[in-house]
């Protein structure tokens, strides 16, 4: 049966993989399409139909998924589970995979939509890995990103990421995973006792409130996540502002649920 195609690495660098990301995506799935929808906007999947689109990090293709069944074609790249990405496609015959480093990525391609979702920020650098986004998106087309906020995640770039340094890196991704476990369990608590409350001024209230609305896997899936990734960059506004201040029209920039920022523009002529 028909299914996604896989390509050969376009670049000759040599890249490191990072293991915990493969172990991650192959046993947990983003499989929330209500979330996708959210970080993407004002874009909204329909606006993907009969469009040649690149995912920028596709992970275990769960997006790829989401917009495969409207668009045209779509290419996925990523350097450390395209083999997961490839497996949970393979029901699609317009999907294309990469393995490559999206820093060092160099297609003879231009698309009507690149988009990098929840990737950016655990680049080496992110704003080099944006340019590579932009750049392969046509005059007129769209670019979308969704990054975690420098705003609103005090308690995440203190403690959490002091914790990956001391200690966390030295656990099995297993051992990581029941800590996920533990942690996602215990904050259940205040979510549906104290954060009921109206207590707007309290951190992490509105992230909260999506909390309620998804289920315990993809609660846990957001708590390891933090826990594993090797590195993760904290963006502010300015900088996302200056990833967008030229060549584009257009351009959105919102805050979404306080923790991170979600930012789309059309790319000008050249």
Known sequence: MPGAKRRENPTSVVQEKQDEWAWQWSHFEDDSRWLFSEWIRP???EDFR???VLDCGCGGGQHLSFVAPVCRRAV???LNAIAIASERTRSFDNVELIEADLADLDLDERFDITYSIGVLHHTDDPTRSFEVVKRHCRPGGRVAVWVYSHEGNFLNRTLVESAKRLFLHKLSRSAIRTLAHVLTALVYVPVHTVYRLPIRFAPYYEYFCNWRKLPYRRNLLNVFDKLNAPQTHFITRSQVESWFAHGF????IT???GV????????ESE
């Open 43 to 45: 874009l909204e999947i």
């Open 50 to 52: 009969e469009k040649t």
């Open 76 to 78: 996925g790249v990523d």
């Open 249 to 252: 029209e257009n351009v959105h």
């Open 255 to 257: 805050p979404y649920k």
């Open 260 to 267: 991170s920022w979600r930012a789309s523009g059309t790319k």
